[in-house]
């Protein structure tokens, strides 16, 4: 349909509705932000319990829990393909960003494993940084934006601590920049299709 035919009620009803359409697609790109959240929150504050509390050798290996969240993210993308009907620049724009940091955060994995793994975490919160960061400016949400500065500083104090203190700020990081911004975002969204309702 041709803009210029639009009557001003018409007009008024598409752009609530693209709003609407862009609420939603917010609400659902928080499910991701926080089953990675909560599964590196437990990966960090677990293999400081297994390493510095319970000095098991193996600690790392609880971050087998990766694999979950990677069959979670998997379920529900293949999910959210099936159920949409039309692919927009921030679904896009999402999909690409995260699939470019999920890649970034492999290549780094192999990078360490090779040449230690002493500083990794100030590495990887400057990634959570940047994912929020970026993801918040596409989204236009603040939560994450700020949430992606406050990683950024913990990046950089992270690099002054030992290896165990490092795992501690990663799930602070972790906490600002994923699980608090997106309970929030989820919460919102749900109180305004109560509103509406």
């Known amino acids: ?6 009557s001003p009620a018409d007009s008024l009803q598409l752009i609530r509705s693209m709003i609407e359409k862009t609420k939603k697609e917010i609400s659902d790109n928080s499910i991701y932000f926080l089953v990675w959240g909560w599964g590196a929150f437990i990966g960090c504050i677990g293999q400081y319990i297994l390493k510095v509390i319970f000095n098991y050798p193996y600690h790392y290996r ?3 829990i990766t694999f979950i969240c990677i069959i979670i993210t998997m379920g529900l993308g ?5 159920s949409q009907q039309v692919k927009t620049y921030v679904s896009d724009s999402m999909s690409y960003l995260w699939a470019g940091m999920g890649i970034s955060f492999f290549i780094v994995s ?7 793994w002493q500083y990794c ?11 929020t960061f970026v993801s918040g400016k596409i989204l236009q949400y603040r939560p994450f934006q700020y949430g992606g500065l406050m990683a950024f500083a913990l990046a950089i104090i992270a690099a002054w601590l030992d290896y165990d ?13 994923y699980i608090i911004p997106g309970h929030i975002l989820q919460h919102k ?7 509406e309702i």
């Open 62 to 64: 609880i971050w087998f």
């Open 1 to 6: 349909m041709d803009n210029s035919s639009l």
């Open 165 to 177: 203190y490092q795992m501690l700020i990663t799930a602070l990081a972790l906490l600002v920049s």
């Open 78 to 82: 293949m999910r959210k393909r099936k």
């Open 189 to 195: 969204y749900r109180q305004s299709n109560k509103n």
């Open 110 to 116: 192999i990078i360490f494993s090779k040449i230690g």
């Open 121 to 131: 975490f100030p590495f990887f919160i400057l990634f959570y940084g940047l994912g």
